[in-house]
């Protein structure tokens, strides 16, 4: 597991310090996450995702944010850009925040607490998948994904499910 420092964050969801990536999960510490929804300009499609299956946290499971835990001295609408950049190559495109909410979930048997942060843009230009990251992605409408989410048994991240009332449009 990479065992880089990310913040930590208080229930609350104010930072209050940092730790190693591996104790935040192993501990089930309070951090925080963000995450961008990729529409299409017209915005009738959304990018979904399947991460890989060498990910430390939701291995092979499908996702429709770009996104990844904030890293010290960053805001979440950094982290946002940042990550969209990495897993998915798009730079240079407006954030709009569209959501916040704090998750405390269970994962791998424990506990993992995370505020998260969501951005929307629209875009239809090139998308370049991080390969440690993405294996494979393609677009939906709001309601084929609704659809795919109607199945509990179909392997979505657990946390983006919280965010996906206010992030759909159907």
Not at 117 to 140: K, L, N, S, T
Request: net charge negative.
């Amino acid at each position: 597991m990479n065992d880089e420092e990310v913040t930590v964050y208080d229930a609350a969801g104010n930072a209050t310090g940092v730790a190693a990536r591996s104790r935040v999960y192993a501990e089930g510490l309070w951090h925080a996450s963000a995450g961008v929804l990729v529409r299409s300009m017209d915005g009738a499609r959304i990018y979904v995702h399947r991460r890989t299956a060498t990910k430390a946290v939701f291995a092979g499971m499908h996702d429709c944010l770009a996104g990844g835990v904030v890293d010290p001295g960053e805001t979440p609408a950094q982290t946002a850009t940042r990550e969209l950049a990495e897993e998915l190559g798009i730079t240079g495109v407006p954030l709009t925040s569209v959501a916040s909410a704090p998750w405390d979930g269970q994962w791998a048997g424990k506990p993992m607490r995370c505020h998260l942060f969501a951005y929307e843009i629209h875009y239809d230009g090139p998308i370049r998948h991080q390969p440690d990251e993405v294996a494979d992605g393609w677009w939906w409408s709001d309601a084929e994904l609704a659809t795919h989410l109607a199945n509990p048994d179909w392997p979505f991240v657990p946390d983006t499910r919280v965010l996906i009332p206010r992030l759909l449009r159907c």
